[in-house]
């Protein structure tokens, strides 16, 4: 299943061949791994229209439906996997509310403002896999990056939150997250566990989870993040 290098992660028909074989994966954390931190950053309104970039076959949508989370929208770029997930658990599963879209999240399709809440885990560090030099990231990766943030920040309501989970080293991310079109801010929290990754949340207000390390970029929107070591490898 692991491809011969790593740039095979950059294209879609490795992820589409790919989930034709293969039924479930949870990539660097599950759901019960950063389940306290999800709803500590998550809105109290379990209601709140999110969206989950890069699902693949996890079961972080299910995993939060199964929390009560029952607006949910999950796309990937992998139509085999999209189909897979439908009669997993929409069409013959139990929960109709959990909504699938084969969808590019360098081209997505929804309006401005849609979603209350936007989740990656490990999608992004799809995008950054074959960045040769973190310090030092090359014109192409650089435009994944921000290509992907300019969609996740115009689905995203004024107010709304960007959370995140990768293995990325926070101080390699900054650079794209914290450019200054998206007018986020950056705070970060460290949790053990595994081998050590990261869950991050930008948003637009402050929780009790913003930390004294955040500081303000501007004076109508603050980002926060939060750092969390987890499981599995990427
Ligand atoms: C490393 S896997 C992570 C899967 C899942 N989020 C998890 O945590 O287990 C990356 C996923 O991102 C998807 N993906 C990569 N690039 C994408 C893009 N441009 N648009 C939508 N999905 C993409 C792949 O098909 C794959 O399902």
Redesign the pocket.
């Known amino acids: 299943m692991e491809p011969k290098e790593n740039a095979e992660?950059l294209k879609?028909e490795y992820?589409n061949e790919r989930f034709t074989k293969e039924d479930h994966?949870?990539?660097?954390v599950s759901y019960k791994d950063c389940k306290q931190q999800f709803q500590e950053a998550l809105p109290e309104d379990k209601m709140h229209r999110m969206l989950?970039?890069?699902?693949?076959?996890?079961s972080?949508g299910y995993d939060l439906w199964a929390d009560g989370y029952h607006n949910i929208d999950n796309?990937?770029?992998?139509e085999s996997?999209i189909q897979k997930m439908k009669d997993k658990y929409s069409e013959g599963g139990e929960c109709s509310e959990l909504r699938w879209e084969t969808?590019?999240?360098?081209n997505m399709t929804y309006e401005d403002g849609t979603f209350d809440v936007v989740i990656d885990?490990?999608?992004m560090?799809?995008?950054m896999t074959d960045n040769q030099d973190p310090w030092n990231p090359s014109e192409e990766v650089s435009e994944r990056a921000i290509k992907?943030l300019q969609n996740v920040f115009r689905v995203l309501k004024k107010d709304g939150m960007f959370i995140q989970?990768s293995f990325d080293q926070p101080h390699f991310r900054k650079k794209f997250l914290l450019d200054s079109q998206f007018n986020w801010e950056f705070s970060q929290k460290n949790i053990d566990h595994g081998l050590g990754y990261f869950i991050r949340c930008y948003n637009n207000r402050l929780t009790t989870l913003d930390i004294p390390t955040s500081k303000k970029r501007n004076q109508q929107v603050i980002a926060k993040s939060v750092c969390q070591f987890g499981q599995g490898v990427?």
């Open positions: 992660y879609q992820w994966y949870e990539w660097l989950i970039i890069g699902c693949g076959n996890s972080l796309i990937d770029y992998a996997v969808m590019d999240m360098m885990k490990a999608t560090d799809v995008v992907t989970i990427c």
